[in-house]
Each structure stands twice: as structure tokens, then as C-alpha cells.
């Protein structure tokens, strides 16, 4: 048995030759215009093309021959699928630059076409459908992946706070992992004994290709890992720094980037913001029948690095000056970027729960997504959720279909003041959620985790018990905005203000018009389905505006209220949805 419970020799439910999706074969023409970008190398059995933990390799086409696909599980490879002829070998890592975590070996000598990165971007502009092929392909081999539990091991107890900061960190940036809990996973003691590890010694991280991280930062782990570790040269001056990768952050960081402006994103945790998430979003435009929250973040990520922004994660934004005609953004860790324009995508921080014993129990019982908590509650395990929006709303379905009891509790006499009229319908006919209105949770308490929280009817004061194994708190955010103090004008709730400017100039305080505010920290939100219109709105700087001139030659941009068809922005009446995360119970 190796580290995943499983037989190390034990052959995956379905290999990719078994799925024309998972493993397509390409066409004549398309074979033919891979050839004008790449070279033909002969192969002999028992080459290893590339190897766990490689921090880069060439897309490879197989062109005779046959390729098998393993990793390794405690020193024991597993032998996860096999290559044959006319078929590609690339995953998703090829695009995302993280490290590698399959190793491929030629099983029968041959030949393969080998196309370096950098071609295959140029290759896409001149056949989409190949592009298509490749980048869908490239999605499902990693959903496959995952479900074959391939990818890092992050090791330790479910009561560590740093195992639960190193799990949340992978799971917002879709790094590809699995989790062994010390005290309920046999399959721990086996890979720490391998490593010569106790169990006091955890959390560890064992990385593909053996290398082993102490209970590592976050930043430790993003860089093991080969991801969010943008080169920014010294001296370098971008035209755009994004300091945000939520949807507007990454849509304004596609649209610069897109159009050959040089652009930095900047975010503190992880790519996706609060959308990347939510359990599934129906009312975002361009997907029909709904979108997860985490594909959602991954497809963006990924169109990101394509257009090659400069990615930076996590790195925390401190202080935002006037530098050289244009911007200087501190980091935290001490290190700076120089840019001509900064669009602040921040967003908002969940608000905490006043109940008491919360803080016992928060990472372990009490969850600001349902994301944070798939390995921790398991099916048929009753879960409460605080809050009416449509947040709470999404994750109530998404919990009761995957057999919890729910209990929605809100202070409200009922959801349609804060939940779109289609998520409330189907929280009515669910039979698997109740709604408590006119309520509170007050306490919380349990021995080893959550076992019951108390709540209180606020007409009359009456508390029941509520038998729970999670608690999910889903009422609202606050702004990340306090690194922009005495530089940006901020409202008496810390949000940034947007809008035209008094007649006499300049608020004080309030920042230049290159400095722009895009999503959920701007005063002058914009909700739901006009948000889906505007994100990223702001990031549309055409060359033609002057950006990739000389400070003193070029022309000011037009201010973040006139983006759109030169109207400020303002308050609207629609209803919110999922994006809105200010809408609380």
C-alpha cells in the first residue's frame, strides 16, 4: 500500500487511451504544422522524457513508439496511463509553469516531435482549432490527475492551524495535492516513516520528486511549488500593476496584457478572489449551465500567463506613493514595482461571526467557504450556515446535494431581500435545508471539533441547540484597503472613492487618475449582473492612450469614472448575486 491507500501497482479506473477526450489523437494537418515548430529526436526505451519536480519541458508529440505516464508513491512508481503514436504529451503545467508531478519514460523506442513552449503560444494564433484541442485536453488531464491523487502530499493534523493554512493556500491557487491527516490516515505514518519524519515534526510538505518542506510559508510552498514567481528585472517599470487577482484583477490583467502592456499581478493569497470559492455561479455571462468557482479561477489563470502577465503570489501590497510621474507599490516583504498605472482590484476580507467559542474552532469547524472544508466534514454531517445572500444561498444547494443536513439561519424575516428569486426557489424545494429567520448564533462548543452551536430568536430571546459538524459564516466582507491610506481617499468604511471630482479639483487624499479602482472595494459598487458587464473595464488601456510613452509626452488617461461611455459610476437597484459579497443576512 502506498501513501494514497492504495496499491502502488494498481492501474487507474481510466487511462487516458481509453478516452478520446483525455488522450485525442491529432490530425494530419495539424501533425504537419507541429513539425514546422518543432524538431524530430529519436527515442530509446527507458528515456525519461521528463521527471517529477521538473521545473519545465517542451510540448512532445509522440510520433512513433510508446510513452508511459508515472509518478512515484513512497519510492514505488505507479504507472498512471500509456502514449501511443499521434497523441500529445502536456498538462497543464505547461502553462502555469508549475513543477512537474508525472514523470514520462519511452516504453518502446521510437521518435517524438518536441516543440518549445514559447512556439506552442505562437502556434495558437495560427490554427484555434489546435489551440482548443490542446488547452481542453490540458484541463481534463488535470481534473484526471486529481482524481488519481496525483500531485504533492501535505501531511499533518486536521487541528494544525499551519496544516490548515497550507491546505487553504493549495486549494485557492488549484495546486494539485493530497491531504494525509496524522490521526486518521494509516497511509501518513507510512510516507513520514519513509522520510524519517514524526508525527510532532508536522505539517510537512512532500513535494513531486522528493523534496521535503517543515511545515513551509506560504511563500515557501508557492515557489517550491514553481508557481506566482513572476522575474521582475531590476529597474523595471511596468505600464500596469494589478494589486488584486480576483475577477476584476484578472480581467483587467487579460485585457492589458492582451493588448502588449507590460503587467504585474499582485495578490496576497491566491488567484480567483472570493469567485474562485464559490461552489457554482449560474448568472455569469457566458456560461450557460453554470461555472464552479474553481474553474472558473483556474481557465483565468491560465489566460492570464498566456498573455504573459507577470504573476507575483502571494505578495501582500503595503503602501501605494507617487513615484517618477507615476506609481510605487511596496510589498511587504520590502520589494517594489514601478508602474504607470495601478488599478486597485483588493476586494474585501469575510467578516467574522460574534458567538462565543468561534475561535476554537475556526479552520477545524468554522468555514468562510465550502471549499476550506471538502476534507473535513464528511457526507451525512449536519452543517449550519450564518447568512441570506446568494453566497449562502450556492453553497446551501451545493451542500444538501452532497448529502448534508443544512440548516440557513438569518436575522432577516426571509432570503428575498438578499438572494436572487432562482437560488431561493431552489432552497424551498430542497428537502435537505431548512431556514431558521429572525435568528442568531451565539455560541458554539464541542470537545476534540463542532459538535453544536446555540441560537437565539431575536423576537423573543429563546435559544435552541443546532447539531452541526461545520459552521459555515457567509455575511459579508470587509475592504482590503488600509495599505492605501494617505493615498487613495478612502470612505468612513474604509471603501475607496470613485466618481468625478469636485469642481475645485482634487479631493484630498484622493488619487491620481491613473490610479484606478476596480470590484468590491470601491464605494460606488456596481452589483450582480452589471458587475459581469464592467470587470475589467478598467483594465482597457490601449497603447493608442499613451501608456507606452514617455511620462512627460503622454496624455492622462481617461478617470476610472469615465471608463465606460464616460458615465461615473453609481449605485444600482438589481438584486445582488454570488459576486456581491457586502450582502449580508
Not at 485585457?255 to 448568472?283: C, H, M, P, W
Not at 453566497?391 to 431581500?417: E, N
Not at 463542532?450 to 430568536?457: F, N, P, S
Request: include cysteine; glycine fraction near 10%; charge should be positive.
Amino acid at each position: 500500500m502506498d501513501e494514497t491507500g492504495a496499491e502502488p501497482s494498481a492501474k487507474p479506473t481510466q487511462t487516458p487511451p481509453e478516452d478520446p477526450l483525455l488522450a485525442p489523437r491529432l490530425s494530419a494537418g495539424q501533425l504537419a504544422l507541429l513539425h514546422r515548430y518543432g524538431q524530430v529526436r529519436p527515442t530509446v526505451a527507458g528515456q525519461e522524457l521528463f521527471r517529477e519536480g521538473d521545473r519545465s519541458y517542451d510540448f512532445i508529440v509522440i510520433v512513433s513508439g510508446v510513452v508511459t505516464i508515472l509518478d512515484h508513491q513512497a519510492g514505488v512508481a505507479r504507472e498512471l496511463a500509456t502514449g501511443c503514436p499521434g497523441e500529445f504529451v502536456a498538462e497543464l503545467n505547461l502553462f502555469t509553469g508549475e513543477r512537474l508531478f508525472t514523470t514520462a519514460v519511452v516504453k518502446e523506442p521510437g521518435s517524438i516531435l518536441v516543440v518549445p513552449v514559447d512556439r506552442v503560444q505562437r502556434l495558437f494564433a495560427q490554427d484555434q482549432a489546435l489551440a482548443d484541442l490542446i488547452m481542453q485536453t490540458s484541463f481534463r488531464r488535470r481534473q484526471w490527475l486529481l482524481a488519481e491523487r496525483a500531485g504533492m502530499r501535505i501531511i499533518g493534523s486536521r487541528s494544525s492551524a499551519d496544516a490548515r493554512r497550507l491546505r487553504e493556500f493549495a486549494a485557492r491557487n488549484r495546486l494539485a495535492y493530497v491531504w494525509l491527516d496524522v490521526e486518521t490516515t494509516p497511509a501518513a505514518s507510512l510516507v513520514l516513516r519513509h522520510h524519517g519524519i514524526g508525527p510532532d515534526e508536522t505539517p510537512i510538505v512532500v513535494m513531486r520528486g522528493g523534496e521535503v518542506l517543515r511545515n513551509p510559508s506560504n511563500t515557501e510552498l508557492a515557489r517550491a511549488a514553481g508557481f506566482g514567481s513572476g522575474a521582475v528585472a531590476a529597474g523595471q517599470t511596468f505600464d500596469v500593476a494589478v494589486v488584486g487577482a480576483g475577477p476584476a484583477g484578472l480581467a483587467a490583467s487579460v485585457y492589458g496584457a492582451s493588448e502588449g502592456l507590460a503587467v504585474v499581478t499582485v495578490d496576497g493569497l491566491g488567484v480567483g478572489g472570493q469567485i474562485g470559492t464559490t461552489s457554482r455561479i449560474e448568472n455569469y455571462l457566458g456560461f450557460p449551465v453554470g461555472v464552479s468557482g474553481d474553474e472558473f479561477a483556474e481557465r483565468a489563470l491560465v489566460q492570464v500567463l498566456r498573455f504573459g502577465a507577470t504573476l507575483l503570489v502571494p505578495s501582500t501590497a503595503s503602501r501605494l506613493a507617487e513615484h517618477r510621474g507615476g506609481y510605487l507599490v511596496r510589498l511587504a516583504a520590502g520589494d517594489e514595482l514601478d508602474a504607470r498605472t495601478v488599478i486597485i482590484a483588493t476586494g474585501v476580507s469575510y467578516r467574522r461571526l460574534d458567538a462565543d467559542g468561534l475561535d476554537r474552532f475556526e479552520g477545524t469547524g468554522v468555514f468562510y467557504t465550502p471549499l476550506a472544508a471538502q476534507d473535513q466534514v464528511e457526507p451525512g454531517e449536519a452543517v449550519v450556515i450564518v447568512g441570506g445572500g446568494n453566497s449562502a444561498g450556492q453553497a446551501a444547494t451545493w451542500l444538501a446535494d452532497h448529502r448534508h443536513p443544512v440548516t440557513i439561519v438569518i436575522r432577516g424575516d426571509d432570503l428575498a431581500a438578499s438572494m436572487s428569486r432562482y437560488l431561493i426557489d431552489r432552497v424551498v424545494r430542497h428537502p435537505g435545508i431548512e431556514v431558521i429567520a429572525r435568528s442568531a448564533v451565539r455560541q458554539l462548543d464541542g470537545a476534540a471539533r463542532l459538535e453544536r452551536v446555540v441560537i437565539e430568536d431575536l423576537a423573543t430571546s429563546a435559544r435552541r441547540t443546532l447539531t452541526c459538524s461545520a459552521l459555515f459564516v457567509l455575511i459579508g466582507a470587509e475592504p482590503h484597503t488600509r495599505w492605501l491610506a494617505g493615498s487613495v481617499e478612502l470612505d468612513r468604511n474604509g471603501f475607496v472613492a470613485t466618481g468625478p471630482q469636485p469642481a475645485g479639483g482634487a479631493r484630498p487624499g484622493q488619487a491620481e487618475p491613473r490610479s484606478l479602482s476596480a470590484g468590491d472595494q470601491h464605494a460606488r459598487r456596481v452589483r450582480g449582473r452589471r458587475r459581469a458587464q464592467r470587470l475589467g473595464q478598467a483594465g482597457r488601456f490601449r497603447r493608442r492612450r499613451g501608456l507606452d510613452r514617455h511620462p512627460l509626452r503622454q496624455r492622462a488617461p481617461r478617470p476610472a469614472h469615465r471608463i465606460r461611455r464616460r458615465r461615473p459610476l453609481r449605485p444600482l437597484t438589481a438584486p445582488p448575486t454570488e459576486i456581491d459579497p457586502r450582502r449580508h443576512s
